[in-house]
């Protein structure tokens, strides 16, 4: 793997040719190279590198050139955490190749797609992306194309907690690894098989096969996949007993991430290192690893490993006997595990979006072939075909009115989704600040709700969610906004409303909750609304008005429930 760091000479001597060269087509294969050079290290300025030789590519009639842009520009996606733009740049990469019949491109992009769907917890659909470029490896007979696919179809099985079918695929792909130029996939399927093994206890096996996996990615000079694979050897020495070593190997695994800008492996080596600190009594060293790696992950978005840093910052913080820090750092891994949830959930919905309007399109120009033979044919059918049109474009109006209000609106109760609420409590707020107009937002939540699907079944939950969805709207003005939050939780936005008058609003809507008829719903059903309440527009954003309502709902429920807390 090449040196891609900015401001490397690989990347300034791509950087100047490109300058000096004036024509197109020498300059696209120029734009492909600085695009892949810097995608792992600057994924933005690479996407729009590969978006400028998609047209450029495009303008040269050039196919094989735009599907490989595309490729990258679905990999800078993925990478910028834009899963459903990625999906969509790699379908059409995907039917580039297709149309090119390049099949080994084909696999590789069939490979990308299946860990985006990974990655959205969608398996099925990345095995099948995975089964698809296995098929097209045993059609050309390309066996380093076959490790590779094995290898990703292990990630899939173990990212679905099935280690050992995961380490079953991994050890076929090892067997197939074995020429010089397979040196780089041969070590990424030991890394993986070292994983396995350590989450299935054997881990003097799992220490093998990470040795063998750095050795060989020292021998190739690939900094990055060394700290990677050294992040994992130091917790498997852990394992053993060996704090030493382990504490070494984490070290060299956060040298090595530092000085090649992964972020991800940085704060991986010192969220390791304190817990390592922290088992071992350190506390005060603990406490420094900890607090870099909160601040690794709060600057550049590591949402998952940012949750498990607070997790271990109340661990320590218990141990010091401060429990005030300890409760506050617990209820930020809590609250970060649910947003990492929401999050994975609405990426689903909005790669299932993608898959509708992407079938959608193809049916589109499917139509549209099948209109212009018709109309080469026989003209006198010209008026039955404008009649087809109109049919077809109707239902196409139909289905994207459908899909927009599918990602806005709540499925089960009607009412405006997480990605509404975003977009207008921003605007709200903005207008507020703007013309110095009173905003509140109330976070609501039913109390014990986990004991109404226990004790009454699923359905009558979701009949009491979305009867408490339907008293909610009918108790606010049309002006405000009632979106479901998650689970059991609401959120209200009371345009231009005070403290006072969000409070009487509030406790309007607890009234409403507690005294509804609920046993028309099933016999023994109550319910009781907890509510937190933020009118300060002083604070930074929006999204702390939502925290402060939030943590005012913590204290509500704390406080004995039923009751508005603000």
Known sequence: ??????????????????VAVEAPR?????????ADAVSGVDARRAAALAHDAAELALSLADLPARAEALFVGGRCADLNLEHGHALAQYDEALRAFEATGDDR????????????????GDFSRALDSQFRALELDERTGDQGSQAATLRTIGVVYSRSDDPRTGLDYY???LALATRPEDAIERGKTLNNIGINLKNLGQYAEAHAALVEAHQLFVALGLPLQQSATLNNLGLVLEKQGDAAGAERTLRAALDLSESTGYRLGVAHANLALGRLCLAQGRHAEALLWLTAALADCERYRLKPTEYECHEALADYHERAGDHGAALRHFRRFHALEREVQTEAARDKLRALTIQLELKAA??????????????????????????????????????????????????LTGLANRRRLDQRLADEFALALRHGRPLAVAMADLDHFKAVNDRFSHAVGDAALRATARLLASQVRHTDLVARFGGEEFVIVLVETDDDAARRVCEKLRAAVANHGWTAIHPGLSLTLSIGLCADTSVPSHDRMLAMADRNLYSAKAAGRNRVVG
């Open 1 to 18: 793997m090449r040196d891609a760091s900015p401001g490397t000479p690989a990347v300034d001597r791509l950087t100047e040719l490109l």
């Open 26 to 34: 020498d300059r696209l294969p120029l734009l492909l190279a600085l």
């Open 105 to 120: 491109a084909a696999a590789r992009t069939l490979r990308a797609i299946s860990f985006v769907h990974d990655t959205l």
């Open 171 to 173: 050890r076929r792909s």
């Open 362 to 411: 193809r049916r589109e120009t499917e139509l549209e072939r099948e209109r212009q033979g018709v109309l080469t044919r026989a003209n006198a059918d010209l008026d039955a075909l404008n009649v087809a049109l109109t049919e077809a474009n109707l239902q196409k109006t139909m289905l994207l009115d459908q899909l927009e209000r599918q990602t806005y609106e709540d499925a």
